[in-house]
């Protein structure tokens, strides 16, 4: 398996685990962009949203209520942002898919 996050589920790239459970996987991002970023990822490998189908609903609903739990534990009682990068025009560059739970500070919008 090619895939840098599946090698970074299985461990063999080494990553600063935030959350695991037998449906997904967090880890602190390598280039942060905000002083909370950390990156949630279901357990099975979808290139994208674009991949999804209605079969992967209960997955889909789990990543969002395990990134709310996250971002609770790690207090960002100001706000936060959820952001699933899909394909070349949403400047995805990791091809499994993935949120952005970023925070800690105010974000801009619209995103660039
Ligand atoms: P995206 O651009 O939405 O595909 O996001 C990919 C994210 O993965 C970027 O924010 C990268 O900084 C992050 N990333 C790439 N390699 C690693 C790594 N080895 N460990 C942690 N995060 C990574
Ligand atoms: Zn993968």
Same mark, same amino acid.
């Given at each position: 398996? %090619?895939?840098?996050?599946?090698?970074?589920?299985?461990? %063999?790239?080494?990553? $600063?685990?935030?959350?695991?459970?037998? +449906?997904?996987?967090?880890?602190? /991002?390598?280039?942060?962009?905000?002083?909370?970023?950390?990156?949630?990822?279901?357990?099975?490998?979808?290139? %994208?949203? /674009?991949?999804? /189908?209605?079969?992967?609903?209960?997955?889909?609903?789990?990543? +969002?209520?395990?990134?709310?739990?996250?971002?609770?534990?790690?207090? &960002? $009682?100001?706000?936060?942002?959820?952001?699933?990068? $899909?394909?070349?025009?949403?400047?995805? $560059?990791?091809?499994?898919?993935?949120?952005?739970? &970023?925070?800690?500070?105010?974000?801009?919008?619209?995103?660039?």
């Amino acid at each position: 398996m %090619s895939c840098l996050f599946c090698k970074i589920i299985e461990g %063999s790239i080494p990553s $600063t685990k935030v959350h695991e459970d037998e +449906l997904c996987y967090a880890f602190a /991002d390598i280039n942060p962009v905000a002083p909370t970023h950390v990156i949630l990822v279901p357990r099975e490998h979808l290139a %994208s949203l /674009d991949d999804t /189908d209605p079969d992967h609903g209960e997955m889909l609903g789990h990543l +969002l209520l395990t990134a709310a739990e996250i971002a609770r534990k790690q207090n &960002l $009682t100001n706000g936060y942002r959820i952001v699933i990068n $899909t394909g070349e025009d949403g400047g995805q $560059t990791v091809e499994h898919l993935h949120l952005h739970l &970023l925070g800690g500070r105010e974000l801009a919008w619209p995103p660039g």
